[in-house]
């Protein structure tokens, strides 16, 4: 096969990027998305010039590492695929890719593909765990969790952190990685002394890092490569809105995630900045 | 140099609880002037910068990805095992010790061995209270499955995502502790160097993968957690971004580097494809409990695997080993697959491929069944293959997994240099020979969460450290190395890529330090690493500069490591004249083809001491005593 890649080129965050436009002949269909970059990669470096910088690790689909915006999908066409399983065989011969960056004024850009997704760790250090020090913990099967309860758990934890969600929402907002670690922890009966605390700040730190705020679209969950379904964002809600009521008096300031919503996040691309 | 393991006298059942008695305490309030280095963030680095956090130390802690949670301890799927006997089926902390004892083929310490199995029951505990959602049965109560052929039910799973769900856990403790002002936490941070000062390890040299400054960061210990050194074979189950750069410099400022030829092979992977191929993707083992493994009798058959009639394929391991049949250890599996390969049996374009066939399997329990235990892996297989395994057959080959070499570490995880200490996978101390499904999870987070914490705070509390500043003459001198080596490899100008070498690099090791091993092949392999390494050196083409994100220059340092790391790995291998575990010499087997050991020459951890650029590597033993489990020939 032989493709036409158009990829986001952006030497650093301060730069302006542009479009450039590679042929790569001889795809394999059974190679990935990324190995088909490497193959681009790997001419670009003989012909003397800079590769493409792309992020990616474990290339199982389970680190979240990788993931890119591919015709205007993030992590391409296939359903819960990431971009490095997706194999090219879903592509057909002769076609043009456009591949750009996460676009989110909460993920700066670093480097043409690569993003800056602390504001992820940050969310997840605001509240996204149980506080409980190594040592101080009960004999395993002293709290009985029913078999749904855990499935239902297992369903919201794995997320795998990769930020398609905030790269398919019009408003970029995190709702659904941040809903997903919320849910995963309040569904456990060990989540439950820090529920309501959890979601105020977690929901407190989202909104502080300029995600933009959820309008029930829908997009994330579509986009998402773990499936995680939408109804953790209604969990969020629930808790966020329980939890401003009992800690009414409490010093964690928030605004709901409901109501507040900017639609200034995306940031900003030229789509005829082509070379 | 003598090794001492510094074992802990007496009976093994009490060793840890003695030995945590008498190991001295820091000072709760004079643990926040304690600063600790710790390089990297998987289950081992996670769960100790957490827990060293929670103590009241100051951690600094560094890894090369863009979030701790992406550390490759996270694509681990099985499980971990560990020592509850929740299922009343006749475990127990000794059983657990003797069976990693016995599966690691007598080469492990065995005191390490015994705490790890006392250890493992606490990690259980510690994991479900900080919520990871293990697999649960309806009454509530955590479920188990019995793997890799062990004989009881020790495994704990969360769906195929175990290491995910362990790390996740780790890493939302660590970002507890990154919330708290305990940790500072430095992603996109690369250890290039150790500072060695007054013989002990007080700092390391960093760069800073985005804007490619190179920082000194000074502390009173120095903690490794940088995983395996897998990727020296170009493809295997690891990330691509895993390397041995961290474990490999401090080798060469004077650590040792135990058992480096121990590499464990996993033999239900996807085949490789072709050229391009970038990594390999591992299915989980606990296929082979359903799943035949077959090729044809003939040579060369190239008939669709539905047209080749019962009489005409040979289950070859049901054949040759019918009371194991397809469950056969890991290493046992691997090699047939190889040797029926190399007769020309093959399967699939490549020919270096074996059916995983579940035909029989859905005939006896039906589909539906099959799709409940497998479903997740037969999906993963069909999205990367384009074939539906409920049909055709899967075509498995092996591949590189794991190392159980690593640093060598006493049993207060220290290794030759005072100060600085190894977990995980990056240390060689518990699986011996080879590791049993389902440890490597285990081990991370018992090093991490519930050892180091102890031996640590011993180390802190009995050694007299100096007042060391950024600006030691020694800090300098390895920041200086550090920029000579990064300007060097940027100035070559060649005419390869560094890809190009790993991939030449990996299949030299695949081809001789691989499945099986001769002395002779190792000998070439030496002289070809020597000759490749050359003109790696004269003739790499590594693009861009130093002082942004550079990928090329990342991977361009690694692969030079794993020069200097493969020929050390195939001097071992040739050394060692016996055959264990993951370590297959075809000189030492017996008549039927199994390995065969030599317990009275080679019972010792074989470490190895870096004397210089171009200078034989010295060897220095430890040797191995087994009081509690006899060393029997695997059967
Ligand atoms: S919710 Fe889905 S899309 Fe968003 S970060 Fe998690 S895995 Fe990625
Ligand atoms: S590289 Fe890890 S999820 Fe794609």
Not at chain 2, 29 to 57: D, Q
Not at chain 2, 576 to 595: I, K, L, V
């Amino acid at each position: 096969m032989k493709l036409t890649l158009k990829i986001w080129r952006q030497k650093n965050t301060n730069e302006k990027g542009r479009f450039v436009s590679y042929t790569v002949d001889n795809v394999n269909p059974d190679m990935s998305m990324l190995e088909c970059l490497d193959v681009l990669n790997e001419t670009l470096i003989e012909r003397g010039e800079e590769p493409v910088a792309f992020e990616h690790d474990c290339r199982e689909g389970i680190c979240g590492s990788c993931g890119f915006m591919i015709n205007g999908i993030p992590h391409g066409p296939m359903p819960a695929t990431t971009v490095c399983q997706l194999t090219m065989r879903h592509f057909k011969d002769g076609q043009e890719l456009t591949i750009e960056p996460w676009r989110a004024s909460a993920f700066p850009l670093i480097k043409d593909l690569v993003v800056d997704r602390r504001s992820f760790d940050r969310i997840i250090a605001s509240g996204g765990y149980i506080s409980i020090n190594t040592g101080n913990a009960p004999d395993a099967n002293s709290i009985p969790v029913g078999k749904d309860i855990a499935d239902k758990a297992m369903d919201a934890a794995a997320c795998i952190g990769c930020g398609a969600c905030v790269a398919a929402c019009p408003n970029a907002s995190a709702a659904l990685f941040t809903g997903a670690k919320i849910a995963h922890l309040s569904i456990l009966p060990q989540g439950q002394p820090e529920r309501d605390r959890r979601a105020l700040q977690m929901v407190a730190q989202m909104n502080a890092e300029n995600f933009g705020g959820c309008t029930n679209i829908g997009e994330c969950t579509a986009a998402c490569p773990k499936e995680i379904p939408l109804e953790v964002i209604a969990t969020m809600n629930r808790d966020f809105i329980r939890g401003s009521w009992k800690e009414r008096d409490s010093t964690v300031r928030t605004i709901t995630p409901m109501t507040e919503w900017s639609t200034g996040s995306k940031l900003d691309i030229d789509p005829h900045a082509t070379s | 140099m003598t090794l001492d393991g510094k074992v802990p006298s007496g009976p093994i059942e009490q060793a840890w609880d003695k030995t945590r008695f008498e190991m001295k305490l820091v000072n709760p309030a004079n643990k926040r002037r304690h600063t600790v280095l710790v390089v990297g963030s998987g289950l081992a680095g996670a769960s100790a910068a957490a827990t060293l956090g929670e103590l009241g130390y100051n951690i600094k802690c560094f890894c090369f990805q863009d979030s701790p949670r992406r550390a490759h301890s996270i694509a681990a799927q099985g499980g971990i095992n560990a020592a509850k006997n929740y299922q009343n089926d006749g475990d127990s902390v000794y059983r657990l010790f003797y069976d990693t004892v016995k599966g690691g083929d007598f080469r492990a310490r065995e005191a390490n061995v015994y705490r790890l199995a006392q250890i493992s029951v606490n990690i259980i505990d510690q994991c479900v209270a900080q919520g990871v959602p293990f697999a649960r049965e309806y009454g509530g109560t955590l479920t188990n499955r019995s793997f890799g052929g062990a004989q009881v039910s020790r495994t704990f799973y969360a769906r195929g995502q175990t290491g995910q769900q362990l790390l996740l856990g780790a890493y939302q403790a660590l970002e507890r502790q990154v919330n708290a002002g305990t940790v500072r936490m430095f992603p996109r941070t690369e250890m290039l160097d150790l500072i060695v000062i007054d013989g002990k390890a007080r700092g390391i040299v960093t760069r800073n993968l985005v804007t490619g400054t190179i920082d000194i960061h000074i502390g009173d210990a120095v903690i490794l957690a940088s995983g395996g050194y897998g990727n020296v074979y170009y493809l295997s189950t690891n990330a691509k971004g895993s390397n041995v750069t961290a474990s490999w410099r401090a080798h060469k400022r004077g650590a040792l580097f135990a058992n480096p030829c121990y590499t464990q092979i996993h033999p239900t992977c996807i085949p490789v494809s072709g050229d391009y191929q970038s990594k390999l993707t591992l299915m989980s083992e606990s296929l082979r409990n359903d799943g035949r493994i077959w090729v044809p009798k003939q040579k060369g058959d190239k008939r669709p695997p539905s047209q080749i009639p019962e009489d005409e394929r040979d289950y070859y391991l049901e054949r040759k080993y019918p009371s194991f049949g397809n469950l056969v250890p890991r290493d046992v599996a691997s090699r047939n697959a190889k040797y029926v390969c190399d007769e020309g049996r093959g399967v699939g374009e490549t020919g270096l491929g074996v059916y995983l066939d579940f035909a029989d399997a859905i005939k006896r329990l039906g589909e539906q069944k099959i799709r409940e235990r497998y479903g997740n892996l037969f999906d993963m297989y069909q999205r990367i293959t384009d074939e539906d395994p409920y049909k055709v057959p899967m075509r498995i080959y092996p591949a590189i997994h794991y190392t159980m070499g690593g640093l060598w570490v006493d049993y207060y995880l220290q290794s030759t240099i005072p100060g600085l200490f190894v977990l995980g996978e990056a240390n060689f101390s518990d699986h011996g020979a080879n590791r049993l499904g389902a440890s490597a999870l285990m081990q991370g987070l018992s090093d991490g969460y519930f050892i180091i914490p102890y031996t640590l705070g011993n180390y802190l509390a009995s050694t007299k450290l100096e007042k060391v500043s950024e600006s030691h003459p020694e800090a300098r001198n390895v920041e200086v190395a550090v920029k000579e080596s990064i300007r060097k490899l940027l100035s070559i100008k060649g005419k390869r890529t560094v890809d190009s070498f790993h991939r030449e690099l990996g299949k030299i090791m695949w081809d001789y330090c691989g499945m099986s091993r001769t002395a002779k092949g190792l000998e070439t392999a030496i002289q070809k690493i020597r000759a490749l390494r050359e003109e790696y050196w004269q003739n790499v083409n590594v693009p861009g500069s130093g002082d942004d994100l550079n990928q090329s220059l990342e991977k361009a340092g690694r692969v030079a490591d794993f020069f200097e790391l493969g020929e050390l790995m195939c001097i071992d291998a040739r050394d060692r004249n016996e055959s264990c575990g993951g370590h297959f010499r075809e000189e030492y087997q017996t008549p039927d083809g199994e390995a065969q050991r030599d317990d009275e020459h080679y019972s010792y951890v074989a470490a190895w001491e870096y004397r210089g650029p171009g200078n034989q590597p010295e060897l220095h033993k430890e040797p191995l005593e087994f009081k509690y489990v006899h060393p029997s020939q695997r059967s």
